[in-house]
T-cell receptor, first 115, second 113 residues
Framework: EAGVAQSPRYKIIEKRQSVAFWCNPI?????LYWYQQILGQGPKLLIQ????????DSQLPKDRFSAERLKGVDSTLKIQPAKLEDSAVYLC?????????????FGSGTRLTVV | QQQVKQSPQSLIVQKGGISIINCAYE??????FPWYQQFPGKGPALLIA?????SEKKEGRFTISFNKSAKQFSLHIMDSQPGDSATYFC????????????FGSGTQLTVLP
């Protein structure tokens, strides 16, 4: 099966600019996650969707980050305005049956550099 | 209570040696403990996972040892190969959290030829 697709692969922006990332999950996967991975750290959950509804966005900095999942399939994550500390790899993952050993697949991520 | 602590931060092993990475957790509600392998420029990929009702799980050269009373688990890579050079993350999740993963900080493994 095709994996989780993410674009763009790399993005460099200046602080205070806006940026958007796109994710296309594995077909049929109801659950979609966005994780932020800062260099040298483990991934940290930002937001979780079940179909097109938000399950948990408690760790999403809502003053600057927003996310949506269109028709329960593709998802976009937006940052506006970006700060230097937002430099990280943004990973999208999708899962069936709630994730875990039932199938939790990460995309290759978007590496964001804020200068 | 959500933290998962991982050590060492980096590990260098000779080809054919045993690589051991350790993790400790605090939240006793965690009931699923996967290990992920990440190569540069790629997302993490599930390597092996264990539930706390067993003390050990083996898949090929990879073994998880689990100590429920100590709230610790470890990954052992037997006969380490240069192709195993990657960053390894332990993680944990709990039922009811829709399988959100809490990750450790990662271990960069280098296997020398």
């Amino acid at each position: 099966e095709a994996g989780v697709a993410q674009s763009p692969r790399y993005k460099i922006i200046e602080k205070r600019q806006s940026v958007a990332f796109w994710c296309n999950p594995i077909s049929g996967h109801a659950t979609l996650y966005w994780y932020q991975q800062i260099l040298g750290q483990g991934p940290k959950l930002l937001i979780q969707f079940q179909n097109n509804g938000v399950v948990d966005d408690s760790q999403l900095p809502k003053d600057r980050f927003s996310a949506e999942r269109l028709k329960g399939v593709d998802s976009t994550l937006k940052i506006q305005p970006a700060k230097l500390e937002d430099s990280a790899v943004y990973l999208c993952a999708s899962a069936s049956l709630g994730g875990g050993e039932y199938g939790y697949t990460f995309g290759s991520g978007t590496r964001l550099t804020v200068v | 209570q959500q933290q998962v602590k991982q050590s060492p931060q980096s590990l260098i092993v000779q080809k054919g040696g045993i690589s051991i990475i350790n993790c400790a957790y605090e939240n006793t509600a965690f009931d699923y403990f996967p290990w992920y392998q990440q190569f540069p420029g790629k997302g993490p990929a599930l390597l092996i996972a264990i539930r706390p009702d067993v003390s050990e799980k083996k898949e090929g050269r990879f073994t998880i040892s689990f100590n429920k009373s100590a709230k610790q688990f470890s990954l052992h890579i037997m006969d380490s190969q240069p192709g195993d050079s990657a960053t390894y993350f332990c993680a944990a999740s709990k039922a009811g959290s829709a399988r959100q993963l809490t990750f450790g900080s990662g271990t960069q493994l280098t296997v020398l030829p």
